[in-house]
Every structure is written in C-alpha cells, then in structure tokens.
C-alpha cells in the first residue's frame, strides 16, 4: 500500500459548499421546517422528510438538532432488509467497519476500534443494548431483533458514554410494552445455505397501569465456508414488563437470553484469500474440521422513570452473566500439536453495572444532565487460543469502574447555544493467570466536552466541539506473551465541525462535519500463536476526515441516500514484534481513505392501494488494512459490492413481502487475520422475507 498523501484543502472546500447551502436555506426557513413526526405514511414520507427523534444526549431531541455525526436506521428499514446482525445493520453507513472477531463482531469508527482480546481490553467504540453496555461481542450476532431503531454516533462521547467511545457508539434499541394497546408482529425469512429465521412480538395490555411485551427470535443457516464454518445457528427471547402507577412514574423490569449453537466463525488459510475461488475453503488438505460452538448470555435489567418536576430521574441496574465454549478438531493439514483446541472463552463472566443520572425537564430552555456510572466485570477463560484439550491455561480477570459525569446546553443570544460537560473516570483492573500470578493497576481519568450550536434557520443548525475521551489500558494474559504485560491507557482529543440542513421544502437533508483526531497510546495486539503475543502502545497517531450524509426526496420517482467519507488515518511510531519495519505514517487499520455509498428506492403504486419498493444499495470502499501487523496478508484491497430487493407493502400496511440479494456481485471480503488465517465476509444471499403486524 502507497502512502499517499492525503490534504484537508479539498475536504474543506467540500465541506465550505455545504456550508453554504443554508444561505440559500435562509429566503425558505418556514417551509423547510421538519415535518411533524406523525407524518409516516408511505405516500406522505415521499413528500416531506419526517423527523427522526433520538435520544443520542440521554434526552429525546430531533437527530437534526444534535451536534453529533450520526445517523439512526428505523424500525421500518430494519424490518424489511432483514437486518439481523451488526454487519447487516451498519454496511451503509460510511466511516463505520466491522471487524473479523473469533466469535460475534466488533465494530471500528473512523478507524479506531479493537483487536484485543475479550477481558484483555475494551472497544473504541461502545455498543449498547437499551442503555446498557454490552460487554461481549456476541451480543451483536443475535442480540438484533424486536428493535425498534438503532442509532450510529461517530466520533468521541465520552462525556456521556464514558471509558468505551473514544471512537464512537451503537445504540440498539428494542420495543418496549405500551399500555392499553394489542399489538404484536411476527416475520418468516427464508433464504439460501438452508435460512430459516423467525421473528415474534406481542404486547399484551394488563391493563391502565401494566403492559407487558414478550419477543422472541430464532435462525438456522448453513455456513458460509467449506467445512461448515460461518453458520448460524441461535436463538433468543426477550420479556419486558412496564409498570406505570401514575403520570410520571413509570418502572421498566426486563430479562434477555442468547444462545449462539452450531460451529460458529471459521477461518480460511491466509494464503486462500489470493485466489477468489478458494476465499470460502478452510482447509488447506484433505478432509473437514470437527467443531461446535456453545454460548449463552442472560441478561436482567430494570429502568426507574421518575418525573421530580425540576428534572427526570432515570436509574438503570443491569445484571449480565455469560458463559461459553467452543472446540474444534481439525485435519491434517494443521501443524502437528495444534490439530485439536478447546477453549471456554468466557468460561464464566459476569457484569453488573449502574448508570443513575438526572436530566433536565423536556423543553427546557437550559438542558441538562448529571448522574453516575459503576461497572463490574469478572471474566475467566481456558485456551484463549491454540491449545489442546489436556493443557489448559486458565486466567481471571476483572474490571471495577466507577464515573461522575455532567453536560449542559445553554442558549446565549438568539440562534446560539453553548454547551459543555465532564467526566471524571476511575478503573481498577487485576488479572489472575497461572503463568504470571496477579497483575493489579489503577487508570483515572477526566474527560469533557465543550462546543457551540448556532441555528442559521428553523432547519438548520452548525455546530463546533472540542471533546476528549479515554479507554482504559490493561495487561495482557495472552499465551506466549512477551514483555511488558501491562498497556496503558489510551487518551483522545477531537475537534470537530458541522452542519446539519433541511433544504427545498423538507425534500432534501445535508449533514455534513470534518473533524481532526490526536489519538495517544493505540492499543495495537500483533501475535502469532504458538510462538508469541505482544499488546503494545504506539505514541501518536493523527486522524482527520470529511463524512457528508444525504437524502433527498424525488416524489414519485422515489428517494435517493448518499454519503461519502474521506479518512486520512496515520499510525505512529510501531514496529511489528519480530521484524525491523516501522510503520510509522502508514494508514490505520480498519480506515479506508475513501468511502462512497449510495442507495436508491422507486415506488410503484398499485391500483388496490398496495405499494412495490424497489430498493438498490451500492458501496466503494478503498483498500485497508485489518490488523494492526499490516502486510500483504493483512491488506484488503479496494472493493465494491451492493444489494437490491423488491418489497410489496399491501393496503392496509399490515404485512409485507421482500425478496432480496446480498452482496449480488459475490465479492468475499477480508475481515480479520490472526496468525496466519483469516476471516471472511459473506457470500452472495438471496431470499424472502414475510413480515406481519396487528
């Protein structure tokens, strides 16, 4: 890979036109005002952008007044493409990766995200189920289902996330009961390698005060590679109980179980991948590999909603308890000592955690929140990687955080608004293992956030911030590892500015930013199992970037999204263990330079009032590497790839059919490389999906 040089000039000027576009905004402010949110009928959602209400700053606000660079998918869109895990759900969302993992998927923003290993380190980038942080990477597999919108926030949240979102966050959100109302939904998905997936939810009213919401979903795929690997086999349930005594008061109590069966993520030799027709065969010799996978995470969590008339009270206890194991037995053609693995990974892990926080009232003209968050995770595990099943190497770890947190948002003079906030972060971490006895180390840290909105008209608003975020360093209890075993911390500082408009009457939205990264002590792992593994800091690392999101309405010639990420990524000072090349000014792993995506939806209405959505997504992404030891083995060229699907929305919008393709160009993407294998995306897919409601 060159190392090109990479200019803000022109992403400037880019970002200057958009910049612009509210003066013309200016002569048409009222009527470019956001369309109200009832506005969600098909044929009206062709005339006017509706507003999308998020709760990215722990308080409901339109997604186009929050100075974040985001973007939400709804409920609607998560329906009929069939999303059903991370890499469904964020493919289209530019400057957004998602990583190879050995099970589940981690995700990276703007090219920072995680290799580590679980209960070495935390993600870069925080995901979310319902407020409440997901600890394993599983959860991400199939933990996606009764949603009811997701929404994507780059850049650092510190502030109000905390010690996981140097890089971003993913928030999923599931449908919560709703009293008085008969409601359910229920969808069938049949597909290619043998797809069967079912979806349920029913809410059911008690009556005035209780409702309760139980859901559920279940899939069986064949996998993806040659040995039967890359399949999906899981199931899992979700019960909701909402409590509402009186106006202002309401209790949430919920319980969650996943399971991940069958044999789970495979790899492919490395040496595959250079030829297409071999990028889904696992084994280099004859014969197949011998595996299952087990996993199974429960969650229980409950949700106080107190309305105190000077502010709301929310307190959220989460309690999650996970265990696994996965083992294989592979042919010959492995390396003798290595043909049988049995790793428990966890072999028990458990997270308790708290966020109580109160926040200002809705529609108060001084915003504001303040509350704390306390963590508890313990994690053990035997045979991380590359052991056999008579060699365990078994080792604890555990993490104990605790953080104070504030942010405001006060208007100043007509159109401004100022806003700040802070976060003070302690973390206690100790890892127990047979090989090093106990390893115990302190990281603090203080992060905040300070900026300025200012609204040009009713339907737009620019923004300025500056923020700084943290993730805790660790120590690494790898097999084989190599000196010194303690990482530390990593500390980021972002500035960032944008834009976010309604233009020609509500038909067509700009959100634009360019930001600027100084990203100290990357956590980078490289290894190469049996022989070694070494968790290490690189100083200094300089990210800059362009994002522009857009969406315009065409009437009856449908809607068209696109967007573009320009990402220049440099990794600092960093010599891979074992070899004499530096690094040093290379792009980041996980950060293409350039990414372009564009969708595109045709209606055809139907003379009984039934309605066909043609839908066809298209992506670019340049060559980027996807592990921090970047070589030709770990380079994943440029690419594109894209998918189309037809929906029939009948009359009453009560069910649908979509018929599908994924990835309809058949490109087999590389995802990850771990000591001489690889990870790969997903073959060509087509199917049909038949969603219901009442």
Partial sequence: MKNKQFKLTPLAAALACALSLPAYAQTEAAADAPAPADATSPRAERQELTTIVVTAERSAQSLQKTSISMVAISEREIAEQGITNAAD?????????VQGAARGSVIAMRGLGSDLPPGMGESAVSTNFDGIYNFRAEGNTAGLFDLERIEVLRGPQGTLYGRSASGGVVNFLTRNPQIGKSTGNVSLELGTYGLVRTEGGANIPVNDMLAIRISGTSTDRKGYLSDGYNDDVSNAGRIKVLFKPTAGISLLAATERVRLN?????????????????????????GTDIGYQRYEQNKTWLELNADLGFGLLTVLPAWQRADGELYRKFDASRTAGSEEQSNRDPNHATQDSLEARLASPAGAPFKWVAGYYGYKMHGSTYCLINCDTTSPNPNDTSTRSKAGFAQVTVPLTTGWRGLAGIRTTKDEKTISSLTEGQLKDTWKSTDGKVGLEYDLNSATMAYATYATAYRPGGFNALPAAVQPLRFESEKMKSAELGIKSRLLHNTLQINADIFSLNYENYQVVDFSPPTYSRISNVPKQKVRGVEIDSRMLLGEFGQLRASVALLDAKLGSFVPYGTTT??????????????????YEYP?????????????????????????TENAYTLQEAYSSGDVSAVYRAPDEKWSVTAYMKNVSNYIAKTGNFGGYATVSAPRTSGVILNYSY
């Fill in 262 to 286: 069958g044999k789970g993520i495979g790899f492919i030799p490395q040496d595959n991948w250079n030829d297409a027709s071999k990028r889904l065969q696992a084994a280099t010799g004859a």
């Fill in 604 to 628: 055809i209405d139907l003379s009984n009032g039934a309605a066909v959505i043609l839908k066809a997504d298209a992506r670019r992404v340049s060559e980027q590497y996807v592990s921090a």
């Fill in 89 to 97: 759900a964020l493919k289209n969302i530019t400057n957004v990766e």
């Fill in 582 to 599: 530096n690094l040093e000014g290379q792009q980041m792993p996980h950060a293409p330079r350039r990414t372009f995506k564009i969708g």
